[in-house]
């Protein structure tokens, strides 16, 4: 099953190096990962997902929260939670495609960052589902230079874990 894990840790150098170490020591592989600064400066949080039963889940949990750095871990899979992944994808249009990528774009709420038919970028913001579908979509309508996604960012719904 696949899981997204809010960790929050000191913002130290290292800090990421020694949970990304317990995963690779582990054999546990990291889809994707985020990190950036909270409004204290002084901490990170850093959203990893992954994938494991839930007892794999319980270990890996365990095993964080007895790094120093770690304030505090959270799987926000099993709870209600708004799930967000930035899709950004280049494509080389024509002026034929123009018209059903366009209503492709608008139908999926995305938006045009360079309208250059030899370098049309686009981006969306959406759940991994959505941005998979999404990306199907328009590549109907040109050719694919490059993708890039941002991964899985996630936060509760409803008042946070203590």
């Known amino acids: 099953m696949r899981h997204?894990?809010?960790i929050l840790l000191q913002?130290?150098?290292?800090?990421?190096?020694?949970?990304?170490?317990?995963f690779s020591t582990r054999?546990?592989?990291?889809?994707?990962?985020?990190?950036?600064?909270?409004?204290?400066?002084?901490?990170?949080?850093?959203?990893?997902?992954?994938?494991?039963?839930?007892?794999?889940l319980a270990q890996i949990a365990s095993q964080l929260r007895k790094l120093i750095d770690v304030v505090g871990v959270e799987d926000l899979t099993g709870?209600?939670?708004?799930?967000?992944e930035l899709l950004l994808v280049k494509l080389r249009v024509t002026p034929q495609s123009l018209e059903g990528l366009s209503r492709v774009i608008t139908e999926s709420s995305a938006r045009i960052?360079?309208?250059?038919?030899s370098n049309f970028v686009v981006e969306i913001t959406s759940n991994e589902a959505q941005a998979s579908r999404f990306l199907a979509q328009v590549s109907q309508f040109g050719e694919i230079l490059e993708v890039v996604r941002s991964g899985a960012l996630g936060i509760r719904q409803g008042r946070s874990a203590e």
Do not use: M, Q
């Open 4 to 6: 997204i894990i809010a």
């Open 11 to 22: 913002n130290e150098a290292g800090s990421l190096a020694r949970v990304a170490g317990l």
């Open 27 to 56: 054999a546990y592989n990291i889809e994707s990962l985020s990190v950036a600064p909270t409004d204290n400066p002084a901490v990170s949080r850093l959203t990893l997902v992954t994938t494991g039963d839930d007892a794999v």
């Open 79 to 84: 709870d209600s939670h708004i799930e967000r």
């Open 113 to 117: 960052l360079s309208g250059v038919l």
